[in-house]
């Protein structure tokens, strides 16, 4: 039988409230609020604290605080790779992220879902899925990325943006919903 993590990572309705879950999600709440805290020019500790929340990066992230997130575990992050204030991402379920991406502040990224019946979600279960952020990507300021999004390689999304559907390569994308304003000519 699976466990709620292995529910969890394969897009199943799971229950958030696993004591794995719970202990998992903890540490990394605990991780972000000592990250969010540590004094700005403290760059050699930032450094570790961010490689321990987040442990699968590349080279050279930056990240200004304060930064939320679920769990770290679940995000994959390319090389030069920054994000402004007040980011969050909610990792239930992979956060892919690839090299030379931007990102405005209070820009938010969702896997997790809830149920449409009202039933299945006052059970307390979610389920979720991934978010994949192609290579040189830049996301303005405010905008939300939904569950099961693809942003293309060489996309900027326009702030305030709601991203709902997968955007292709090369676009300008801008709105709520987001849609694809004009190709960008590389």
């Given at each position: 039988m699976a466990t709620e993590k292995e529910k969890m990572l394969a897009g199943e309705l799971y229950l958030p409230s696993d004591p794995e879950l719970r202990a998992l999600s903890d540490q990394a709440h605990r991780r972000c609020q000592e990250y969010n805290q540590c004094p700005a020019l403290d760059y050699e500790k930032k450094a570790a604290l961010l490689k321990a929340l987040i442990p699968r990066?590349?080279?050279?992230?930056?990240?200004?605080?304060?930064?939320?997130?679920?769990?770290?575990?679940?995000?994959?992050?390319?090389?030069?790779?920054?994000?402004?204030?007040?980011?969050?991402?909610?990792?239930?379920?992979?956060?892919?992220?690839?090299?030379?991406?931007?990102?405005?502040?209070?820009?938010?990224?969702y896997t997790p879902l809830h149920p449409m019946k009202a039933a299945?979600?006052?059970?307390?279960?979610?389920?979720?899925?991934?978010?994949?952020?192609?290579?040189?990507?830049?996301?303005?300021?405010?905008?939300?990325?939904?569950?099961?999004?693809?942003?293309?390689?060489?996309?900027?999304?326009?702030?305030?943006?709601?991203?709902t559907r997968s955007i292709p390569a090369n676009s300008f994308?801008?709105?709520?919903?987001?849609?694809?304003i004009k190709v960008i000519d590389q």
């Open positions: 990066q590349g080279k050279s992230l930056y990240i200004e605080g304060p930064f939320f997130c679920d769990y770290g575990i679940n995000i994959v992050i390319g090389d030069n790779v920054f994000f402004n204030f007040n980011c969050t991402i909610l990792d239930t379920m992979l956060v892919t992220i690839g090299d030379h991406c931007m990102f405005g502040p209070a820009v938010q990224i299945e979600r006052n059970s307390g279960r979610e389920y979720a899925q991934p978010v994949v952020i192609g290579n040189n990507v830049w996301v303005g300021g405010n905008a939300t990325i939904l569950p099961g999004v693809h942003i293309g390689d060489n996309c900027v999304i326009g702030a305030g943006s709601v991203v994308a801008a709105g709520n919903p987001a849609r694809v």
